[in-house]
């Protein structure tokens, strides 16, 4: 019954979109995020990136002559109601394209939507390889968790000299599960070898027993593949409760202020690492413009959500201007041309399976702030062969 009430939503979409009108004074963009709910920090900067990118947009004359306007439907970080979010977007709002999620999880439910609709989407943050499996509406501009997962082992293996590793990952959440998995696969291949894998889920507040393990399993690095929310909480539990001083390292989904100040101080122990996409205390011009213009604008630091909401909003922008129109299958169409965009997250090119290729940051958290440590380019991750775990 529910794949059939899904197919009759999916159908009364395509319906929809097939008798909507062109508007004539403004282009309609879509934005669905988590503006609420334990992963609120997330929508919230990439909102702020996309009206910051969109309002200087539209101060400079808009595109094809007309203003664009944002309309940000809320999912509180849940993924049924981010079908919900992204069905009124396109047959209420009648949205050319839409932008989100940051959560790979709902915007594998959102991309199907999209795609089952003709109505490009733009992810401007969510790394799980299935969100552009298959699709030809879906892209992203940020790397994908094969890259990451591969990119963070290799950090693990060869800037740490970490041997032996530890997992503690979210079982349902699709994100820290390929991650987790894609780190494994290449921290085993350098020749490290993994001695806990650890699970929780979302919404968990006592993560001891797994810590407990994976202390006596006694690793030289634990990663965490989650996001903020959880991610503090373990840092927490691990550093004061059962004195655990190891590297900890995690990937883009710590990023968030919140719990760069909650960790700062003592609980930074031998090191807090996470890969990320953007570092705002990055010295290019562009990234220093960016910063200066949202904090004008917001009185605060920019965070790699904030970024990406901006470079995604700027693309999708481009892409209008290039197609010369707001039919959604030309916008596709110039999406897929995409090529060198001078993004404030580095420069972006739109791969033939829509995702963008670029390079990962790996930050340190110290004393409240994030510092590069490692820029690593995605040939950089190219899984050597195997060879025979280390023996501890």
Same mark, same amino acid.
């Given at each position: ?25 403004? #282009? ?61 977007? #396109? ?156 590297? $900890? ?112 940051? $790996? ?30």
């Amino acid at each position: 019954m529910r794949a059939i009430a899904c197919l009759g939503a999916l159908a009364a979409v395509i319906a929809l979109v097939g008798c909507r009108k062109p508007e004539s004074d403004v #282009i309609k963009v879509g934005h669905f995020a988590s503006m609420t709910g334990p992963t609120a920090t997330f929508g919230q900067s990439t909102d702020k990136g996309i009206r910051l990118a969109i309002d200087e947009i539209n101060k400079q004359g808009g595109v094809l002559g007309k203003k664009i306007v944002v309309i940000t439907e809320d999912d509180a970080g849940k993924t049924e109601e981010a079908a919900a979010a992204v069905q009124k977007l #396109i047959t209420r709002d009648r949205v050319v394209a839409v932008l989100g999620e940051v959560a790979s999880s709902r915007s594998i439910v959102g991309g199907n939507i999209c795609e089952s609709a003709g109505i490009p989407m733009i992810s401007p943050a969510s790394t799980n390889p299935k969100v552009t499996q298959g699709k030809k509406w879906v892209f992203r501009i940020c790397f994908v968790d094969t890259f990451q997962g591969a990119a963070m082992a290799r950090f693990c293996f060869e800037h740490l000299k970490a041997r032996t590793a530890a997992i503690l990952k979210d079982r349902k959440n699709e994100y820290s599960v390929g991650l987790a998995e894609f780190f494994a696969k290449t921290f085993e291949q350098l020749g490290g070898r993994i001695v806990a894998d650890e699970n929780y889920q979302e919404g968990d507040v006592d993560f001891k027993p797994q810590l407990a393990k994976i202390k006596a399993a006694d690793p030289d690095v634990l990663f965490v593949p989650g996001y903020y929310t959880e991610c503090g909480l373990i840092l927490k539990q691990a550093r004061r409760d059962l004195g655990m001083n190891l590297p $900890v390292t995690g990937g883009d989904g710590w990023d968030s202020a919140s719990l760069i100040q909650e960790i700062r101080g003592d609980l930074e122990g031998q090191g807090v690492y996470f890969g990320n996409h953007f570092s705002p205390f990055e010295q290019r011009p562009e990234v220093q413009e960016f910063v200066k213009k949202f904090k004008e604008r917001y009185g605060e630091l920019p965070d790699a959500m904030a970024a990406l909401g901006y470079d995604a909003a700027r693309i999708l922008v481009d892409a209008i201007r290039r197609a010369g129109s707001t039919d959604p299958a030309k916008i596709r169409d110039a999406l897929e041309q995409t090529k060198d965009f001078p993004g404030v997250t580095g420069r972006i090119t739109i791969d033939e399976h829509h995702n963008a290729q670029k390079p990962l940051l $790996v930050l340190r958290i110290r004393d409240g702030k994030t510092q590069v440590v490692a820029t690593i380019p995605p040939m950089e991750v190219e899984v050597r062969p195997a060879r025979a775990p280390r023996t501890r």
